[in-house]
């Protein structure tokens, strides 16, 4: 059995000792449809049926691996092992009760993550899963015989998600980034800027982009700025395209603390060769209240990437 040493043991039993062995050709990935943490999704898998996962995944990041990747578990119907003895690796993801939401930041970097490792580990190949018995990766409603009686998981938004952002980066970090250290990215700016109500501003630091592909990343970008409070800021990651196009993270909503305020964002991805990655902000005012502008103060961005 192997152990992913990224993730938190959590071993099901009796399934881990009893089910069969499978030479693991495939990464699935699904919504729980609850947003639960790891340790729910395992207690879930322990006490309410008899199926499983081998990894589940919370919002916050937390990821548990509750059967070896070269033991059988069962959430991907005729991929969970094919008489061959070929079989699927499964993760369950915490999301909403409508399987709508995109994966939070930190699902992201850690479904990279993962993805990487089972590629060095099991040698999963670096391509979607052209079939629904052809090695790769891929998302449960991919193909039909890897569900029972069909199904929407893991939704719209994180299938868009798996396309643009978290398969493109195991590849990138999987071949293009093989012996590389990460580079830092830290940038500070103390430029006072206003916020229109409404109205969404990009945000640089001293006038340039956060990065310029091709790159993979993981970025956080925080605020200072004053506002009143409860006051309601978004704040989203774009990739801007040579075309003019742009692919938009999914918004993070942060509330306003009376005084000052210090907004925190994230998100994880890879942009193309000549692309760049941006930041960009918007302010809603509490119902009622003047809608005069907020200003930031300064605004800061760390992060690491790989080229």
Not at 51 to 61: D, K, N, Q, R, V
Not at 239 to 264: I, M, N
Request: proline share 5%; charged share 20%.
């Amino acid at each position: 059995m192997a152990w992913y040493p990224g993730a938190t043991k959590m071993e099901l039993q009796p399934e881990s000792d009893s089910q069969a062995v499978i030479r693991p050709t495939q990464f699935i990935v699904h919504s729980v449809i609850a947003p639960w943490t790891a340790r729910r999704i395992y207690e879930y898998w322990r006490d309410s049926t008899n199926l499983e996962s081998h990894f589940g995944l919370g919002y916050a990041g937390d990821l548990g691996q509750y059967i070896g990747t070269e033991t059988r578990a069962d959430a991907n119907a005729a991929a969970n092992r094919r008489p061959d003895g070929t079989g699927a690796v499964s993760i369950e993801t915490a999301s909403n009760l409508q399987g709508s939401d995109p994966w939070t930041a930190q699902q992201l970097e850690k479904l990279i993550e993962l993805g990487v490792w089972l590629h060095r580990t099991h040698g999963i190949p670096l391509r979607v899963c052209r079939s629904a018995s052809d090695p790769g990766f891929g998302y449960h409603r991919l193909h039909p015989a890897w569900a029972v009686s069909g199904t929407a998981c893991p939704g719209n938004a994180r299938v868009k998600q798996f396309k643009e952002t978290v398969f493109p980066a195991i590849v990138a970090r999987a071949t293009n980034q093989e012996d590389d250290m990460p580079e830092t990215l830290g940038r500070y700016d103390d430029t006072e800027r206003a916020l229109v109500p409404r109205q969404w501003k990009n945000v640089t630091i001293s006038g340039v982009d956060l990065l310029t592909g091709a790159k993979s990343y993981t970025a956080s970008v925080w605020l200072n700025l004053t506002a009143p409070a409860g006051a309601t800021v978004q704040g989203r990651f774009y990739h801007y395209r040579t075309d003019g196009s742009r692919w938009t993270a999914a918004v993070t909503e942060r509330l306003a603390t009376d005084g000052g305020s210090f907004l925190d964002f994230h998100n994880s991805g890879s942009i193309e060769s000549g692309e760049k990655l941006r930041f960009e902000v918007v302010y809603y005012p509490v119902d009622g209240a003047d809608e005069q502008p907020v200003t930031i103060s300064s605004t800061r961005a760390r992060g690491l990437y790989w080229k």
